[in-house]
C-alpha cells in the first residue's frame, strides 16, 4: 500500500513539474520611472477619484508588511472611485525586485519606481518636509489635494476611515492643489 502511494506521488510531482517546466514563465511587469512630472500626469489622470500614493520599498520591513493591507484595501474602495499609485524606493539594480512584489501582490498598474538618485532629494522634490523615510502614504481627495499624509506604517482601520470620509465627498470643478506633491 506504502508503495503503491508512492508511486502515485511520484507520478502526480513528474507531471507538476512537466506542466511547469513546459510553461512560459511569465515576465515581471515594467515599472515607470516616477518623475515629479509623471506623478503629475497620473493624479491629473484620476482627477474625480480618491487617490492613495504609497512609497515603498522591498528593503523596507514595514512597507512589505503593510503592502498585502493596502492592496485589499485598494480592492475593497476600487469600485466606489480609488485609485492606488504605488512608487518604489528601491534603486534601479533592484528594479527587477520591485516589479516582482508588485506582480505577486497584484498591485495596480502602471506601477512606478524612484528617478536614479538619492531618495531624500526625490522626496524633498515632492514634499519639502518629506525626510525620504519610508513608507510614505498620501491621500487625496476628488480634487487632487493631499488631505493625509501619512509617515512610517499605516493603522489599517484608520487608512480605511480617510478614505472612506474622502469618497463621500464630491469633487470640486477647478482642483486647487495644497501641497507640493502636485506643484504650480
Known amino acids: 500500500m506504502l508503495l503503491r502511494y508512492s508511486r502515485l506521488s511520484f507520478a502526480i ?6 506542466i511547469t517546466a513546459s510553461a512560459k514563465p511569465m515576465a515581471a511587469p515594467q515599472l515607470e520611472t516616477a518623475s515629479v512630472t509623471a506623478l503629475r500626469n497620473a493624479i491629473r489622470k484620476d482627477h474625480g477619484h480618491v487617490v492613495v500614493i504609497n512609497f515603498w520599498a522591498t528593503w523596507c520591513g514595514p512597507c512589505m508588511a503593510e503592502f498585502p493591507d493596502l492592496i485589499k484595501t485598494y480592492d475593497a474602495f476600487k469600485p466606489k472611485g480609488l485609485d492606488l499609485i504605488t512608487v518604489s524606493g528601491d534603486s ?7 516589479a516582482a512584489v508588485i506582480k505577486l ?6 506601477a512606478y519606481i524612484k528617478p536614479k538618485g538619492d531618495i531624500v532629494a526625490y522626496a524633498k522634490s515632492l514634499d519639502p518636509a518629506w525626510d525620504g523615510s519610508l513608507p510614505r502614504t498620501f491621500i487625496l481627495d476628488r480634487s487632487g489635494n493631499v488631505k493625509y499624509t501619512i509617515a512610517g506604517r499605516f493603522d489599517d ?3 480605511k476611515k480617510d478614505i472612506q470620509s474622502l469618497l463621500a465627498q464630491r469633487a470640486v470643478r477647478k482642483p ?7 506643484g504650480k
Open 13 to 18: 510531482v513528474s507531471i507538476g513539474l512537466a
Open 92 to 98: 534601479y539594480a533592484d528594479k527587477m525586485r520591485a
Open 105 to 110: 501582490r497584484h498591485a495596480p498598474y502602471p
Open 157 to 159: 482601520a484608520i487608512l
Open 176 to 182: 486647487a492643489p495644497t501641497h507640493s506633491l502636485l
